[in-house]
């Protein structure tokens, strides 16, 4: 990749602001939209399961696009590739604030994710750019700060925005930043020629973005239409199966494939890509089920909703500044460790949870979920590329984000879809046992609110049944949640201990 020019004094603050923004509206993206969800979910009318390709249609848009950002900057430039993603992303924003239907934005939160995924990477790359050796730290570990803010401020300002406005300005919050950052970047950011000569495998990027969408609509539609009873998860299934067994035949035979196969010779990013899907999954799959919980099952205010879920954000600051004073002076492995317990611990904590738990208790949980996000993200980084030569980390941290966003995205397809289902298998199980000759209807109290008898007592009992069989099916997702994060724990076995001096990988990329 290019480097661009360094530019001195007022230039250099002024980059870094404006780049410093173009994060922080991705990063806010993450989690400002989750809180909206219902809402959205009811101006679209679509079901629970269907509302998640909002969530999962941006993450797999970033996850095809973040691999090729190399490719990109360094054949157009790495300030022209920068300008047009801020303003893809800012339009891409506003076209999801107009939409109407659920095909409209779940396409634009497509386009979104395309133009987002280079965001941080180049961030990155920009500001290690601008600054000599000696002052990189600093402005990383401000870069940094930006993207810790925005788990904490996105629940609380999204609840804010949809309770004062609507949920569209949810999406309509990023024009003022993007043209912020657009006019800043545009005036003061130094531009170089791009490498004409750059080239990519244009064929094996093309057949593993057609294998994950293909993968990512069967998972998503495979709950409505019944999975292998459709003809249409069928042939989406088999289209899958096949350009994924395309694409390994031709990276294992190309000259300069999209993938380099030497890269999953190193065990230790072969098991930390398999990680960071379970890390991705876990995370974001819990993200996408807790405003639901907390609006629908628990009757909080949308506010509420988003002033609970954003102490999240602050475990994960605590524990990134914790971890980062101890990587290369205690064992990556065990701070995983950590990790993995503090996570596993509060889903353990969630299948115990009803409609009836405090407010206090749901901070508590999510705070120490937060932690273990901020005790696995960045080890998990470190010892996933320390062991790679620094002439392939830079693809290898591409490929990481890549895997920890497919995991995100299958994630929020699979918990969603056992919602739905389980829902409905409770409700049938439940139903079962109300009938009209069970002995508890003998209680005067009882049927005095639901006589089986009656039609009113008949509605007032299917509301009671659904609610319980919700719950049940939470605390189903919830235990599905806990064991894959206990299944990986095996993995820190085959992790080679990382070289005491390693530090973050200037090619680290935080989502």
């Keep these: 990749m290019m480097q ?13 602001v404006c780049v410093i923004l173009a994060t922080l509206m991705q990063s806010l993206d993450g989690t400002i939209a989750n809180v909206a969800l219902p809402y959205i979910q009811g101006s679209v009318a679509a079901s ?16 095809i696009m973040t691999p ?3 490719y990109l900057a360094g054949r157009f430039g790495i300030k022209r590739l920068f300008l047009v ?5 800012t339009v891409a924003s506003m076209l999801c604030g107009v939409a109407q239907s659920l095909v409209e934005i779940v396409l634009f939160r497509l386009l ?17 750019n601008i600054y000599p050796k000696e002052r990189q730290g600093p402005a990383m570990a401000l870069w940094s700060m930006a993207v810790m803010v925005g788990p904490v401020l996105g629940p609380v300002l999204g609840g804010w925005l949809t309770s004062a406005y609507s949920w569209r300005y949810v999406f309509y919050i990023n024009l003022p930043v993007g043209i912020g950052a657009l006019a800043g970047l545009g005036v003061f950011m130094p531009a170089v020629a791009g490498n004409t000569g750059s080239k990519l495998d244009w064929f094996g990027f093309g057949l593993l973005s057609l294998a994950i969408g293909a993968a990512q609509v069967l998972l998503d539609r495979g709950q409505e239409l019944d999975w292998f009873s459709s003809g249409e998860i069928v042939i989406e299934a088999i289209i899958a199966a096949s350009a994924f067994y395309l694409f390994l035949v031709h990276t294992f035979t190309a000259r300069d494939p999209f993938v380099r196969p030497s890269l999953f010779r190193d065990r230790n990013f072969a098991a930390g890509a398999l990680f960071g899907v379970i890390v991705g999954l876990t995370y974001y799959a819990s993200l996408s089920l807790q405003p639901a919980y907390l609006q629908n099952l628990m009757n909080y205010p949308i506010l509420s909703a988003g002033l609970v879920l954003g102490p999240r954000g602050l475990g994960t600051m605590a524990g990134f500044m914790l971890v980062g004073r ?7 492995r065990l701070l995983l460790a950590v990790g993995l317990a503090l996570t596993a611990w509060a889903f353990h904590a969630m299948t115990g949870w009803t409609p009836d738990v405090s407010r206090t208790t749901v901070v508590v949980v999510g705070v120490i979920q937060g932690l273990g996000l901020g005790f696995l993200f960045l080890p ?41 289902r389980n829902i409905q298998v409770n409700h049938g199980a439940i139903g079962q046992q109300v009938t009209a000759v069970n002995r508890g209807f003998e209680d005067a109290m009882i049927t005095r609110f639901w006589d089986p008898l009656t039609a009113a007592g008949r509605a007032a009992l299917d509301g009671v049944i659904t609610r319980q069989a919700q719950i049940i099916a939470y605390v189903d997702d919830y235990k599905l949640l806990m064991i894959a994060t206990l299944a990986v724990a095996p993995l820190l076995l085959v992790f080679r201990r990382a070289p005491d001096s390693a530090a973050v990988p200037e090619e680290t990329v935080y989502e």
Excluded: K
Excluded at 326 to 332: A, F, I
């Design 380 to 420: 998990l980084t470190v010892i996933t590329l320390a062991t790679l030569s620094p002439a392939i980390r830079a693809e290898g941290a591409g490929l990481s984000t890549l895997a920890r966003n497919i995991g995100s995205s299958v994630g929020i397809s699979v918990v969603n879809a056992l919602l739905a």
């Design 4 to 16: 661009e020019r360094a530019p001195h004094g007022g230039n250099r603050a002024a980059i870094t």
């Design 68 to 70: 090729a950002t190399g």
């Design 85 to 89: 993603s801020v303003a893809g992303f």
């Design 48 to 63: 629970q399961d269907e509302i998640a390709w909002v969530l999962t249609s941006y993450l797999v848009a970033a996850a």
């Design 326 to 332: 101890l990587v290369g002076r205690v064992d990556t």
């Design 112 to 128: 979104q994710g395309m133009f987002g995924a280079a965001l941080v990477p180049l961030s990155q790359t920009v500001l290690m």
